[in-house]
């Protein structure tokens, strides 16, 4: 009887600390997290779903957007190169703005080719942009050296948040 009562209290144990306040990640990392792994698997109906939606409607709409995205997973593919891996870091504390919510998350994106191991490895950014207190978000891809093209097709983003594209 003692082997089973040490047995649930080891359950009852890991159950806790699985579900201890502040350990769940913040709806933003979980669903860049979503966006992320849809691309790595090309499943580009659920990445639309996160991409901001000026950004779709500036590359000519859904259709469009989507032969692009198909277009460079081809090309990928093409050059025998994978997404490896995209590691998303905590996202910047939210900063309102405009009637929105606006954040970065900084990403270490990681493309291999097999058979020769990592061929490149490079730093960029999501910006998150929720305009309902959090609850949804939608994301544009930055680093510095699109920042200036990106302020300028959205206005709406934040100096400040824009300033931690770095």
Excluded at 48 to 59: F, G
Excluded at 128 to 142: E, H, P
Aim: aromatic fraction near 8%.
């Amino acid at each position: 009887m003692p082997k089973y009562l040490i047995v649930f209290l080891v359950i009852v144990a890991s159950v806790c600390n699985a579900q201890t306040p502040g350990k769940t990640e913040p709806p933003v990392l979980v669903q860049a997290k979503k966006m992320v792994h849809a691309l790595q698997i090309s499943d580009f109906d659920t990445f639309d779903k996160y991409t901001n939606p000026a950004l779709i409607d500036t590359l000519g709409g859904k259709e469009k957007y989507n032969e692009v995205l198909q277009e460079a997973a081809e090309s990928l593919a093409e050059q025998n190169l994978k997404y490896d891996s995209i590691k998303l870091e905590q996202p910047s504390e939210p900063v309102k703005c405009n009637k929105e919510l606006q954040c970065v998350i900084a990403e270490t994106v990681t493309l291999t080719r097999e058979g020769n191991g990592v061929v490149s490895m490079y730093k960029s950014y999501l910006i998150g942009i929720s305009s309902d207190g959090g609850t949804n978000w939608n994301f544009i891809n930055a680093d510095v050296s699109n920042m200036d093209k990106l302020k300028a097709i959205f206005p709406n983003i934040c100096d400040s948040v824009s300033a931690l594209v770095k």
